[in-house]
């Protein structure tokens, strides 16, 4: 096999990988219609259910094979490592909708895992395809995907009175979080790292330049 098939087959295999990914978009869609307590109802368990099948595919030989057949095409390398025990990118991502979900407003949660989703794909479909310039860990082709995408998102993901500085600050966030994807890795995996500096960069902003809104954020902790 040359090196071309291998290369067309991985950009297959990222398709296929990032058309499952695609479904964790409903988890921000449905969140807006619903309550933080209803979708860690149902989150929870599933995130349970996620680690444990992780954990249990690297100690039972039955399982481990089970879920090779099953989703070994979409397993990433650092996934499979037996000596390091990862979780795969699906519990990463229940992960980081829990934690989100747990932790933050409605409306940066919403955003940073919608962004999570949408400008994943984006960096890794067109990084991949069409990278040639280094920046950083990863490609600027895919990272400038990422932010395009993401800002769109942005531009149509609630906010609290539509304010121009509310977009500013998320514009800024998705930035951040752009970066925060191209030099994620391993234990650092971006469904985490994206989520989570996308949210916390608009909360920190919104309580340092819009601290009239803070009292007034959709589900914020308290």
Do not use: Q
């Not at 082709?141 to 500085?165: N, Q």
């Not at 994206?194 to 308290?222: C, E, H, K, Q, R």
């Amino acid at each position: 096999m040359t090196d071309t098939d291998k290369a067309t087959i991985d950009y297959k295999n990222e398709l296929l990988r990032k058309s499952i990914h695609l479904c964790s978009l409903s988890i921000p869609v449905i969140y807006y219609f619903t309550t933080r307590e209803l979708m860690l109802t149902v989150l929870v368990p599933l995130l349970i259910f996620s680690v444990i099948i992780d954990f249990g595919r690297h100690l039972n030989p039955t399982l481990k094979e089970i879920t090779i057949k099953l989703f070994g095409k979409i397993m990433r390398e650092h996934e499979r490592d037996e000596e390091k025990k990862n979780l795969s990118g699906a519990s990463y991502v229940l992960i980081a909708a829990v934690g989100v979900i747990f932790a933050m407003p409605k409306i940066f949660a919403i955003t940073g895992f919608a962004v999570l989703i949408l400008g994943d794909i984006a960096a890794a479909l067109i990084g991949r395809r069409f990278g040639r310039h280094k920046f950083l860990a990863k490609s600027l082709e895919g990272t400038l995907a990422f932010f395009v995408v993401a800002s769109i998102i942005v531009l149509i993901t609630p906010k609290v009175e539509g304010l121009f500085l509310e977009y500013a600050i998320g514009i800024f966030a998705v930035a951040v979080g752009a970066i925060a994807e191209n030099i994620s890795y391993g234990w650092a995996d971006d469904n985490l790292t994206i989520p989570i500096s996308i949210g916390f960069t608009m909360w920190g902003l919104y309580a340092l330049l819009l601290p009239d809104l803070a009292p007034i954020l959709p589900n914020a902790p308290v």
